[in-house]
């Protein structure tokens, strides 16, 4: 990637703000996990999610797809970057908290690889810059299937 192309920190700043803003409303009362993300669109519009688990744990839904499912579904689909902070209930941020797996995928399916920019923060200041890239080599995605991106 480009150094033009990689966010400046101050963007990189007020998104994990917005990130630990949206933590705060996570819904975890059986992992006692909270996570916040804040997705940053092509166009500068930041839509927030935060995890939120259900009694019958699977249809819990993590912050990272809270955030891709609300954009999405509001008509957006230009995505240039998501912020990501996760720590046990009631801890400061103690950790950097990676996607999982299946948020990974959920990312390649509306986010070029080489281009899409991954922080996970344990402050506005402590946080590390990857590409979705780097953290889901050789994905599988639209392309395989014949289909452009929309
Ligand atoms: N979780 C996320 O929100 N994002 C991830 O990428 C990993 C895990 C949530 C799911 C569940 O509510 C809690 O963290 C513990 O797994």
Redesign the pocket.
């Known amino acids: 990637m480009k150094e033009s192309e990689k966010l400046a920190a101050d963007s990189i700043h007020e998104l994990v703000r917005a990130a630990i803003k949206a933590r705060r409303k996570s819904y975890?009362p059986y992992?006692h996990?909270q996570?916040g993300a804040a997705l940053l669109m092509a166009d500068g519009q930041i839509v927030t999610g935060c995890?939120i688990?259900n009694a019958a744990y699977g249809p819990?839904n993590?912050?990272?797809r809270t955030a891709f499912f609300k954009a999405v579904s509001e008509g957006m689909r230009e995505f240039a970057a998501i912020a990501?902070v996760?720590s046990p209930e009631g801890e400061e941020l103690t950790q950097y908290?990676?996607?999982?797996g299946v948020?990974r995928q959920v990312m390649r399916e509306f986010c070029e690889p080489s281009q899409f920019q991954i922080i996970v923060a344990k402050s506005e200041e402590d946080y590390r810059v990857m590409t979705l890239a780097e953290l889901l080599p050789e994905g599988f995605g639209p392309e395989n299937l014949h289909c452009e991106r929309e």
């Not at 908290?97 to 999982?100: F, I, K, L, S, T």
């Open positions: 975890s992992s996990y996570v995890n688990e819990s993590c912050a990272e990501i996760g908290a990676y996607p999982c948020c």
